[in-house]
């Protein structure tokens, strides 16, 4: 009865690798995004998708690539992984883009 | 600098006591969110208080906000180590050139109850 979940928990990988972090939701949610969390604890938005459509993009390199198949879908794409993009990466789902926000567990990313 | 900006950083107490954290913000909000995080885990939604409330409950819960100070407050009556978390304020907002909104974190109260 997960509400948002996402695979994988872990990622380890090395510098130059392509790698993709999958979201699900079952909240009937129609607003879902992706978070950075640095070891500051800093979280920050990287993409919001409300129905499929993309509606937030922040400053984040094109090496990143969202993919929502379906509303309630939401996968991220990285290219040619470098080390600052260790960090661990969430998933989040809201009713509304000014409700209150249900978190993934977060993907772990580790750069080597 | 961020928009939401906790303070303190970090906050010891004895289980029984109350914790108080305080956010501040910069830009205009609609509303103003509270979450918690555990160790290793997602964030959890506690509490939304809108830009024109003034203050809300729930539970052990208290949150104040004064959009004149462009600062809000979180009450933890009654601390338990289960109360052991990092907890984060987060503004929804327009500003910023985000037609859509977007909400902001800051960076985090870490909250230590001693049993």
């Known amino acids: 009865d997960t509400a948002v979940s996402q695979t994988p928990k872990y990622l380890v990988t090395q510098m130059g690798n392509d790698k993709s972090i999958k979201c699900e939701q079952n909240l009937g949610h129609d607003t879902m995004y992706w978070y950075k969390q640095d070891s500051k604890k800093f979280l920050k938005i990287m993409f919001s998708?409300?129905?499929?459509?993309?509606?937030i993009n922040e400053t984040v390199p094109n090496r990143f690539s969202p993919k929502s198949p379906d509303k309630a879908h939401l996968n991220l794409h990285i290219n040619s992984l470098e080390l600052g993009d260790s960090a661990v990466y969430f998933c989040a789902s809201s009713q509304d883009r000014k409700h209150e926000q249900y978190f993934g567990p977060g993907t772990r990313l580790t750069v080597t | 600098s961020q928009q939401g900006e906790e303070d303190p950083q970090a906050l010891s107490i004895q289980e029984g006591e109350n914790a108080t954290m305080n956010c501040s913000y910069k830009?205009?909000?609609?509303?103003l969110q509270w979450y918690r995080q555990n160790s290793g885990r997602g964030l959890v939604h506690l509490i939304l208080?809108?830009?024109?409330?003034r203050e809300k409950h729930s539970g052990r819960l208290r949150v104040t906000l004064d959009t004149s100070k462009k600062s809000s407050s979180l009450l933890i009556t009654a601390s338990r180590a289960a109360d052991t978390a990092s907890y984060f304020c987060?503004?929804?907002?327009?500003?910023?050139?985000?037609?859509?909104?977007?909400?902001?974190f800051g960076q985090g109260t870490i909250l230590t109850v001693h049993p």
């Open positions: 987060a503004t929804f907002s327009n500003a910023g050139g985000t037609s859509y909104g977007k909400l902001t």
């Open positions: 998708y409300n129905n499929k459509e993309l509606i």
């Open positions: 830009t205009s909000i609609n509303n």
């Open positions: 208080i809108r830009s024109n409330e």
